[in-house]
């Protein structure tokens, strides 16, 4: 929101932190969603809805949400919405159960949660693409997803499990998980086999797969496959998550869906937690994975939470090709267009998903908005602002609605004087929330403006009056950041969060 809004708020005492809770949110959030998951199975979603005649890119579900700045009073209001508009491109189904196993590295009598997602097309589609971590210790999974992308023809089916990553575990995760893969390919009788079964995995590190467990719950999520609705699925891949997150679009005379997980351990380096787009659109296999890496560039790398890189970040489109692109016989100007049309569309639900990810960060109360400008290279303008939303004393002030714009400065002085000494910052400026703030090497503050910027940070609050994390996203503002190099053409916008009291909480408890 502009500053001028903001300033029209009534500005009261800063609140200087957040309040340490006995019940972290995300358990809260695990009941209710359990609660609530009826609701989403029990949504119609006639075949007339999965389809638009247009061919515009349509922008739809929690997606619109960034255009209008929807606002929502309650996760069952929140729930609601994405019900509604979770329909299943066509050619798609998905399951989901749960189950309780005892790790082998807990103590002995530890009992914990864990639950299996599948994503299963009708038949084997040559039309999919992935990107995954650059972490150099990957997970089993991760190894298992590179390996299909080189050798498999097909992919069918994505086996998700949340809990335990299978990451550095004893014995052999990466046989572990393709004998899971087995598994699921004999229950569903796949005619490509294990080969086209894509697993990922997220949760503790360290911890092996409970196959035998996991094996034994299958049969379960095999049989409540249903072609509805995709929110079971954004619902049963969650960890810490507060609540779920789903985008969507109408594109080509298909759909477009996209789940993901992830509030912690995020600054992706290639995709995002864990991430899967749904489409019914058949789009070649090349063009589509070279849609994906520049889709993923502009959203998931321009997005951090606490500067960490997961060791299990997977990002996977998959079409059930029930649609063609565009008709048969279409020129190849049609086509090129009906490609630019589905990128388009693409992009934007990863992008959303990005911003999602970002709102529903462990503890988040803010999210940080960083545009920068005039930047002689995107990498380096992507650099200036990852270091405004990964610095602790900016993320710190920011969650204390403290404009304590000396941290901000700091931040991209200390990026700049690393990578680029001898750029030129003579031209440099920047503004908080629409308000200009610094120039020609010295800031322009006093107090309305101090009392401004504050009162902008305020407006961008997505906690209770307690302080408290809530359990869906009542509003899309952001602190909004603008930082102008002054010396090139290019640019990047990057999303980040506050730092909070909760964050330590929630990862000081993660296991127990």
């Keep these: 929101s502009s500053i001028a809004s903001a300033a029209g708020c009534a500005i009261s005492p800063r609140r200087r932190g957040i309040p340490a809770r006995h019940a972290p949110p995300w358990q809260k959030m695990f009941i209710q969603g359990l609660l609530t998951a009826a609701l989403a199975l029990s949504v119609s979603h006639p075949a007339a809805s999965r389809a638009s005649a247009s061919r515009k890119a349509s922008l739809i579900g929690s997606a619109t949400m960034a255009a209008n700045d929807s606002a929502f009073s309650s996760l069952d209001e929140y729930l609601g919405h994405l019900a509604s508009e979770a329909a299943l491109p066509e050619g798609f189904r998905i399951g989901n159960c749960g189950f309780e196993f005892e790790p082998s590295e807990a103590a002995t009598g530890t009992r914990v949660k864990m639950r299996l997602t599948l994503i299963v097309a009708d038949k084997p589609s040559s039309s999919f693409a992935a990107v995954f971590t650059k972490n150099a210790f990957c997970g089993s999974p991760v190894t298992v997803g590179k390996r299909r992308m080189r050798e498999s023809p097909t992919l069918q089916a994505l086996l998700v499990n949340n809990k335990v990553s299978n990451v550095c575990a004893a014995g052999d995760g990466v046989a572990d998980s393709e004998a899971l ?31 035998p467990e996991m094996r034994a719950a299958m049969p379960e999520a095999v049989a409540s496959l249903q072609a509805g609705s995709a929110l079971p699925a954004a619902q049963g891949i969650m960890t810490t998550d507060r609540y779920p997150k789903l985008r969507a679009a109408s594109v080509c005379g298909g759909r477009i869906v996209g789940i993901a997980k992830g509030a912690g351990m995020i600054e992706p380096n290639m995709a995002t937690m864990l991430s899967f787009l749904l489409t019914d659109v058949a789009v070649p296999r090349a063009q589509l994975q070279a849609m994906l890496s520049r889709a993923v560039d502009v959203s998931f790398n321009c997005m951090s939470v606490d500067a960490d890189q997961s060791t299990s970040d997977t990002l996977v489109c998959l079409s059930s090709e029930a649609k063609l692109l565009c008709p048969e016989g279409a020129s190849d100007e049609e086509q090129a267009a009906a490609l630019a049309e589905f990128e388009s569309a693409l992009t934007s639900v990863c992008e959303g998903l990005a911003a999602d990810v970002a709102r529903n960060g462990e503890g988040t109360t803010h999210v940080i908005r960083v545009q920068v400008t005039g930047a ?3 990498d380096l303008a992507r650099g200036v602002g990852k270091a405004v939303v990964n610095s602790p004393l900016f993320k710190t002030a920011v969650a204390g609605n403290d404009p304590n714009v000396g941290r901000l400065v700091a931040a991209v002085g200390s990026y700049l004087g690393r990578v680029a000494p001898d750029l030129s910052l003579d031209k440099c400026t920047m503004s908080l929330g629409g308000r200009p703030i610094f120039s020609a090497g010295s800031f322009d503050l006093d107090n309305e403006a101090e009392a401004a910027l504050s009162a902008h940070m305020r407006d961008a609050l997505i906690s209770d009056d307690n302080g408290a994390s809530l359990l869906y996203p ?26 909070t009291r909760e964050y330590v909480d929630i990862n000081a408890d993660y296991r127990s």
């Design 181 to 211: 893969c087995e598994a699921l390919a004999t229950a569903l009788e796949l005619p490509d086999g294990a080969a086209s079964v894509l697993p990922s995995s997220t949760g503790v590190i360290g911890w092996k797969l409970p196959v």
């Design 376 to 378: 002689p290279s995107v």
């Design 474 to 499: 009542p509003h899309q503002r952001c602190v909004e950041v603008a930082i102008d190099l002054g010396v090139g053409d290019k640019g990047v916008t990057v999303l980040g969060s506050d730092l």
